[in-house]
């Protein structure tokens, strides 16, 4: 166990567990366990990506075209900003600096979280506007690729709504998660005593953020030099 958990207070030390020490690395290793099978999930994803890309290559070098890199790039900056200020709000936490810090550094990250959020939506709306939803309603029609029909620009898309549609899930899911730690902190819940919940929280977090910076190069930048 790691120095800065060695303190884990006793108010905080649950009956199941025979100490303070075991707690802690049972939750670490719940969440490295949780994130482990978020790995598998995404991982599908990325393998059926990646076959049908091979099957379809001219169809996704298409679909990467209609996507607005400038609204990627500016995800990834935001995202590896909510990246540090989880990091300072965890590391507030281990070196008891204050509720008023902690909860500050979080706020940051909830609002850059949902920043991200908004990118998302600005971009669906316009693939919404440009009947690019993978349903009924959409339409395909780019003279740069005459040789690309209906269906397999479809394919496209689909991955691309079920791809950031889960990382949008799990954003949504991780701005919640912050929410219930500033909750906790204004209770007094965490200090440097104990902070496990905020360190697990972050882990999350990071592993959200890293999953994106996966999908923007899969499918914004890939296919950029056609």
Request: net charge neutral; proline share 3%; with cysteine.
């Amino acid at each position: 166990m790691s120095d800065h958990a060695q303190g884990a207070h006793s108010l905080h030390h649950l009956h199941q567990f025979e100490s303070a020490e075991q707690q802690y690395e049972s939750a670490t290793l719940g969440m490295w366990a949780f994130i482990v099978q978020e790995i598998l999930f995404f991982g599908g994803l990325f393998c059926a990506y990646t076959v049908y890309r091979n099957t379809y290559i001219e169809a996704f070098t298409a679909g990467s075209h209609h996507l607005d890199i400038f609204w990627g790039t500016l995800n990834t900056v935001v995202l590896i900003a909510s990246s540090l200020t989880m990091a300072m709000a965890v590391r507030s936490a281990q070196t008891n600096s204050g509720p008023g810090r902690i909860i500050g550094w979080l706020i940051a990250t909830i609002i850059l979280g949902c920043t991200f959020l908004g990118v998302k939506a600005i971009e669906y709306t316009g693939k919404w506007h440009h009947h690019l939803i993978p349903n009924s309603t959409f339409q395909w029609n780019d003279p740069a690729f005459p040789t690309v029909t209906l269906g397999p620009a479809k394919i496209f898309y689909s991955f691309y709504f079920v791809m950031t549609g889960m990382h949008a899930l799990h954003m949504i899911i991780g701005v919640g998660i912050m929410l219930w730690m500033i909750a906790k902190v204004r209770r007094n819940e965490i200090s440097a005593q104990y902070f496990t919940p905020i360190e697990i929280s972050g882990l999350y977090w990071h592993f959200v953020d890293i999953v994106w910076i996966f999908l923007f190069p899969l499918l914004y930048l890939i296919g950029r030099h056609h």
